[in-house]
């Protein structure tokens, strides 16, 4: 499977030439307006900058080779009463699952950690302010223990909401030598993988 990032919380699935975009974004600071083709679309809820489906130019169907699971959760700590509802969704391809947290608001819970069972690549918020702030993404990594986490949704000038925190905080609670920065924003799900991966953005 090769997992693409697109910029804030999006991601480009592919997989035996199936497309599958997650959380299509419109209005994020910095980020040019976002244009790309799929076969699929996934939002995890219906806030502006992950629900932009019009940035997604559906092509022709083909079959898919993608599983997908889903775990209810919220965009808050307070039971979805500042911001409601969150979808994580599970993709399974190839014999390898990256799990998509889309904004979670709180740490799992057992039976949720249950229900998104094992995963390779991690996919997670570490901005703070609407989601997950960097030490309980750290915490979230403890718990769900995927062979790779990735990090999005967070502020690095020019791009990203001005009020998230950036990067440094979550990157530095892992041992630096198990942490790999990438030229781009692509990458493949493979056997070999750090425990922490961070794409580059690079404009469509």
Sequence with gaps: MTVTWLGHACFLLEQDGCRIVIDP??????????????????????????????????????????????????????GGALRGENTIRCFTAGGQTVCHLGDL????????????????????????????GPEEAREVVRQLRPRCAVPMHYRHAPYGLPNVGGLERFAEQFCSGSVRTLPGGCFEVTDQLPELLIPTFRAQ
Excluded at 120 to 126: A, G, R
């Design 25 to 78: 974004y419109e209005g994020v600071e910095g980020y040019p307006p976002l244009h790309v083709s799929a076969h699929g679309v996934f939002c995890s809820h219906e806030h502006f900058d992950h629900s932009c489906r019009a940035a997604v130019t559906l092509l022709p169907p083909v079959p898919s080779p993608f599983t997908v699971r889903e775990t209810a959760s919220f965009h808050d700590d307070r």
């Design 105 to 132: 608001g709180h740490l799992l819970s057992r039976e949720q950690v249950r229900e998104i069972g094992p995963v390779d690549v991690l996919l997670i918020p570490v901005g703070g302010v609407y989601t997950i």
